[in-house]
């Protein structure tokens, strides 16, 4: 069983930065897409960024809304993922969620994926 711990949220005024990580425990699998998604209140949840990674090779993804605000990566020594956020607005206000699947394509349906974490709040300041 594959348990994801996110961390790295806070408050930041709007401009500024953060990096969220994603600390995957359990089976590893020689591919897997891992995706973040966010929820602010009152509002859908919705896909933020994905990577679709092999050993070999690594594709990425990003929603609508980041416009190179945004980069996912994976450290390859350590089963962690990461999100760096920079240019933050207020309406980057939400909880954060990684999660991920060995076998899913549909990289932007949350529903897709077989492991979630529970999530990081994020509270940009005006």
């Known amino acids: 069983q594959v348990q994801l711990v996110e961390s790295g949220g806070g408050l930041v005024q709007a401009g500024g930065s953060l990096r969220l990580s994603c600390a995957a425990s359990?089976?590893?699998?020689?591919?897997?897409?891992m995706g973040w998604f966010r929820q602010a209140p009152g509002k859908e949840r919705e896909f933020v960024s994905a990577?679709?990674?092999?050993?070999?090779?690594?594709?990425?993804y990003y929603g609508h809304f980041v416009k190179g605000r945004f980069t996912i990566s994976k450290d390859n020594t350590t089963s962690t993922f990461y999100l760096q956020m920079n240019s933050l607005e207020p309406e980057d206000t939400a909880i954060y969620y990684c999660?991920?699947?060995?076998?899913?394509?549909?990289?932007?349906?949350?529903?897709?994926?077989?492991?979630r974490g529970q999530g990081t709040q994020v509270t940009v300041s005006s």
């Open positions: 359990g089976p590893t699998f020689p591919r897997y897409t």
């Open positions: 990577i679709f990674w092999t050993w070999s090779s690594q594709e990425t």
């Open positions: 999660a991920l699947d060995r076998n899913t394509r549909a990289y932007d349906i949350f529903g897709t994926y077989a492991f």
